[in-house]
């Protein structure tokens, strides 16, 4: 049975190669023989099954992961695995562990040799996207050389660092530095927290689990933690003293390193996080689409079989924008690889130029790529009917893990406001003669893009990528400048931001729609191999924009980028393109390359057995051990035999 | 500490009288009151506490549901409750159980008593909303005067039906009806599925639970159940015959009860599926909004306190058109119950004229209400920040449970396409001479809404509830007549209304939406007593309506019922109408009359003490009962002692 494959009358349909889509969605052949090999080797391995997460407690499943997570880095050691394929491996896994915090590589090279354990201590109780505003303190004590550090009010608590409740050993912890009387704002510390012998918490130190988060399984395979400081005291070289320092003397200097610095962090963070949306878009899109050609409901005709749901236009409007869009998302991640690397030999060669234009795209792309994603997740649920709500489709879990990249790593409505500050600033520029750069600099372009005129006669015309671009760029422009402009009339600038900030919002929003496109476009003017391959991308990448044009239409229509009559043009263009995905669907969520272990979901198996798996999990269920359930003859028989009822009436 | 009220400040501030605004709310005087005192009632009971809800193993949830069920029905006899306080009493429980599925008391009064216990099989593995094309089988066997029920297939196993699992008795049960070798398609039996001596399945019944859902509490606590059917038989007086017989002799006879008649009970169950959407969007509203006044973040100005969240107009841009739909929904509910009361009047005078529009209008208003509730919950928890991400902010679960609403009693999508078939019949009768009825009767002033032109000329202009209904009815009206038009050019109308459903879908919201608005403004034509009660609504209806007209702005200028200037003008008075929300804010959501219990959140609790409700509620994580985690010594020590690197390496 299981040998049958469901869907291979779909997978013959396709109309290009799948093995070179394979590798475009990879990045690269190379990236696809690791992703390939780690996804099979974590796939094969007992140690790593998920099947039964969401039925695990808190404590069995937290044991879990410490197994998995040990079992990984003992893998990887094993093979001798590269960086790039432990990382592989360690997101195949699919279980959120202390191993897989980003920055240990980045920040604490002894943590990744895991002679300690770290975690990153900003966030506390009162203060997460005001880092300005935190209360912990840092003092330091010229008289034995150490810093003091302590948490003198309740909100003061640390909050939310992964790892920290239960594993990490040390702690980058983000405090007050005081010195004399002096408050010279937040730095880092490292502060070890628990013994290396015992890993009992060191005198002084209060450290626990915040408790269960969104979702059954999901994010609650990590103990992110609160943490409370009595007082404890360590020495003075543990600041991290790259931007400024601490003398022995107690004296605070600023070094020369530029504050701008710490933003390429920033974007090496947010461009993975950027690349990751993609990859949890396409789960979500892959389950939706496989279940969506099995699925059959209505349309019989003469008692032949039914109609797949996935011939469903309201389907098709619903689900080929976001496969689209994994396409896009995926594009623009492997352009923010650049950007990184880029940004980096930059800095690296004192060019602080492009830094705030690069800090602002990776903030605004990071909000628009997992917001999208996050609301893309539950539409792919809801997308698979009933069968959907259950936890073994896959989509629940994917949700409640996700969901929480809106907001760490900041918050995306904050990430947005810090966009559109950016944008009336290169707006405000504009007449002084400082061109924009990078992804702004089709500002440059101004009179042109305030008087363009869009040509679009035909539905066909909305086929050709200049006449796109030039409406988005037309589009995000104006409303840029509207927002400008309206800004202008208050006297307090600060009083018109605030009041403006929801309009600034979809100016920002608009922006970032533009980038991820053009993006999109260049990427189709590389040269792309493979029988039929670029043309589905242009049809997907024409997906992804009308799909956009349709849903923000008041912006394009009021800004008079286009006639109402061109916007039905596009919506009309827009259906055309669905049914020329729709007989490639499979075979390009077959792209992804995702195993059945990692997906996860009965929904999505690769062969497209659902019912028989359905029927088959569902006996698992530890409800299901007993015929007749616990309680019954307590609570549910007394009720049958109207005992209570009889008793008093 | 608890006794501080940190909203004091707030509750201060409100401009309307709060026990007044209560009233109105709960629909009546009485009605709040008893909602009051049965709220008191579950929250004062320890019996029905739920704080530790999401850390039980599914056999414990479910357990605790059936003590807390037969609980809540022992309180029910003891205080003699009616009908109404029971079910209140049962809402406040908040717990999916089996006595919570409505249809028991409409359709097996003897279930109400609880000798037996009902579930409704309809759904099957293969078929949700295709209810036609069901596989169950049910055959008259004339030698005994019995139908045999039988699953022929996988795909026919009963799937879904809440109770069934474990606790159901019998289930009324869908089934194919086959007299000798003719089908007459889908009948309603019931079936007696387990022994009322000790609980087991009869013979040739196979019943079980189908396994986890979303969520860790939420609707695990329910045991959706599969069932199969070897050869079941069961006397023929089990078959439901209301609408269809069949005789001794094994004739099929179609009584003359019109077919029509189950939109009544479709009616009534929608009508309190609406309702509930107000009060599940109020609760995560009210969440939200309180948590968004403790909450502060930048802005603080010489080391002042910062800035609440609430006052950032982001915020509020996210938050008041949420509280106000909490409010739309609230009072198109309260008219839905009348037009119920009217059908059934109606119905029972054999008048049908009226059914296919209340049909599609609730269908309508379930779809729409439902879809934007379980959206505004996430972002409601969004709202919160990092600290919404924890169970315990009561958002997580409150999603979880509620977003089946969006695909049970009618998947949202397939209900707007009834609602946009109805809508396109309408039309096309317009020039017959038939005139539209109720939610419809608009259509019937074509000529004027095909060519009105809004008068707006300035912000406030805006405020006329008059300009804005007209707005809407031609918004809708013209995306009707757009989707018809374009529906004519197609020579086979079903396939153009499959080829167009995206449109459809469009205008059936655009229809719905004008509904919600235009009952709220019927709402305020009646007399409002209390001091400042009228004019609050009057803001939230303001708030509502142009909340939509800016996030449909693309609909209302391309038809040309308001020009970019007037939806301009729109956002301006949509701005100025946040700021009056937000003095009253906090005292707008205490109108709910909700018992932190029945909120179930630390971040919504009346006196805002949320910090240290935060800090208090982590220590009782289980992961928290030791300092050391369980699995430390196998798994993390022998990595931090470099026992795997070095033995290999
Ligand atoms: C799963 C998870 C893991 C995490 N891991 C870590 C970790 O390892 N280490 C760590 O230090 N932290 C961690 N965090 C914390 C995270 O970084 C913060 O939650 C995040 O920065 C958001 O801050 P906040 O919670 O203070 O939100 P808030 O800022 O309180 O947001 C609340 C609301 O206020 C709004 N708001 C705030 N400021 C403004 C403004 N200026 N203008 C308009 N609106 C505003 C927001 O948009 C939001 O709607 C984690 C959080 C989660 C959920
Ligand atoms: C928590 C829960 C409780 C439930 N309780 C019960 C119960 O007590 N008793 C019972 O009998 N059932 C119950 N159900 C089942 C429920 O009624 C069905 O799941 C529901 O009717 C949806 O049907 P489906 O699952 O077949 O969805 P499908 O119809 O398979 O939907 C899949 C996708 O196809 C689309 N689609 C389907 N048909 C069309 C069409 N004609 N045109 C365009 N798009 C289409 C849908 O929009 C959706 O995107 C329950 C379900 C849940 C989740
Ligand atoms: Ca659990």
Redesign the interface.
């Known amino acids: 049975m299981e040998a049958l494959d469901y869907h291979a009358e779909e997978r013959r349909k396709a109309e290009f190669d799948l093995e070179e889509m394979k590798i475009v969605w990879a990045g690269s052949r190379q990236n696809y023989e690791i992703s390939d090999r780690m996804a099979r080797l974590v796939a094969s391995d007992p140690v790593f099954r998920k099947d039964n997460r969401?039925?695990l407690?808190?404590?069995d499943l937290?044991?879990d992961t410490?197994?998995k997570?040990?079992h990984a880095?003992?893998r990887i050691?094993?093979l001798r695995l590269s960086e790039e394929e432990a990382h592989m491996l360690r997101s195949y896994v699919d279980q959120p562990a202390f191993t897989d915090l980003h920055w240990h590589e980045k920040w604490l090279p002894m943590a990744y040799?895991?002679?300690?354990?770290g975690c990153y201590a900003q966030?506390e109780?009162?203060?997460?996207?005001?880092v300005q505003?935190l209360e912990t303190t840092a003092t330091f004590d010229p008289q034995t050389d150490e810093f003091v550090i302590h948490s003198p009010t309740?909100?003061s608590?640390k909050?939310?660092p992964g790892g920290l409740?239960?594993?990490s050993?040390h702690a980058v912890v983000y405090a007050r530095l005081i010195t004399g009387a002096q408050d010279h704002g937040v730095h880092g510390f490292i502060v070890q927290l628990r013994s290396?012998d015992?890993?009992?918490?060191l005198p002084g130190i209060t450290v626990?689990?915040?408790?269960?988060?969104?979702?059954?399984g999901a994010?609650?395979s990590m103990?992110n933690g609160?943490l409370r400081f009595d007082h404890v005291r360590i020495p003075r070289n543990q600041m991290l003293m790259r931007v400024s320092q601490v003398t022995r003397e107690g004296k605070f200097v600023q070094s020369d390193v530029p504050r701008q610095l710490v933003y390429g962090t920033m974007v090496y963070v947010r461009q993975t996080i950027v690349s990751d949306a993609s990859c949890a878009l396409a789960r979500a899109v892959c389950i939706a689409t496989r279940y969506s050609a099995v699925r059959?409901?209505?349309g019989?005709q003469n008692g032949g079989p039914?109609t797949q749901v996935i011939d469903?236009?309201?389907?098709q409007?619903?689900l080929f924008p976001l496969l689209a869009s994994a396409y896009a998302f995926r594009f623009v991640g492997e352009w923010l690889k650049w950007l990184y690397a880029d940004v980096t030999q930059r800095l690296q060669a004192n060019d602080f130029s492009t830094l705030p234009e690069a800090h602002a795209c990776t903030a605004g792309l990071k909000s628009m790529t997992t917001s999208v994603t996050?609301d893309a997740i539950?539409e792919c649920?809801?997308l698979c009917?009933?069968h959907?709500?259950?936890?073994?489709s896959g989509l629940?879990e994917l949700f409640?893990v996700y969901?929480?990249t809106?907001?760490?790593e900041g918050?995306?409505?904050v990430l947005l406001?810090q966009v559109a500050r950016f944008l009336m600033k290169t707006v405000s520029q504009l007449g002084s003669g400082k061109k924009p750069v990078g992804t702004t600099a089709y500002m440059g372009r101004a009179e042109h893009l305030m008087q363009c005129r869009c040509e679009v006669e035909r539905a066909e015309d909305w086929l050709k990528p200049s006449v796109i671009l030039e409406a988005f760029e037309a589009r995000a422009f104006r409303m840029s400048i509207a927002c400008a402009k309206n800004l202008s009339k208050f006297s307090n600038p600060e009083g018109g931001f605030?009041?403006?900030?929801?309009?600034l919002?979809e100016a920002a929003i608009a922006h970032c729609q533009l980038i991820v496109f053009s993006k999109y476009i260049e990427k189709l003017q590389q040269d792309i191999p493979g029988k039929g391959v670029k043309r589905q991308l242009e049809i997907l990448c024409n997906v992804y924009a009308l799909h956009l044009l349709?849903k923000?239409?008041?912006?394009?229509?009021?800004?008079?980028c286009i006639t109402?009559k061109q916007?039905?043009l596009a919506?009309e263009q827009l259906?055309l393109l669905y049914s020329q995905v729709r007989p490639n669907a499979i075979t390009l969520v077959d792209a992804f390359n995702y195993t059945d272990h990692y997906l996860g979901s009965v929904l999505g198996c690769y062969n497209g057995n659902v019912?028989?798996r359905?029927?088959e999990?569902?006996?698992?269920?530890?409800?299901?051990?007993t015929?007749?359930?616990?309680?019954?003859l307590?609570?549910?028989?007394?009720?049958?035999k109207?005992h209570?009822?009889t008793a008093?009436?």
């Open positions: 969401t039925m407690s808190r404590k937290f044991k410490l197994r997570a040990a880095w003992k050691i094993e040799k895991m002679q300690i354990i966030t109780l009162g203060h997460g996207s005001n505003g309740l909100t608590s909050w939310w409740g239960k594993v050993t290396l015992d890993h009992s918490p626990g689990d915040i408790g269960m988060k969104f979702g059954s994010y609650n103990d609160l059959r409901q209505f019989s039914e469903y236009k309201t389907q409007s619903r996050a539950e649920r809801k009917g009933g959907g709500y259950l936890s073994n629940p409640a969901i929480p809106c907001t760490y918050d995306n409505v406001l605030s009041e403006l900030s929801p309009d919002l349709h923000h239409l008041g912006d394009f229509v009021t800004t008079s109402p916007g039905a919506n259906r019912y028989q359905l029927y999990e569902a006996w698992k269920d530890p409800l299901n051990d015929v007749v359930p616990d309680g019954y307590e609570y549910v028989r007394p009720i049958l109207q209570i009822r008093r009436l």
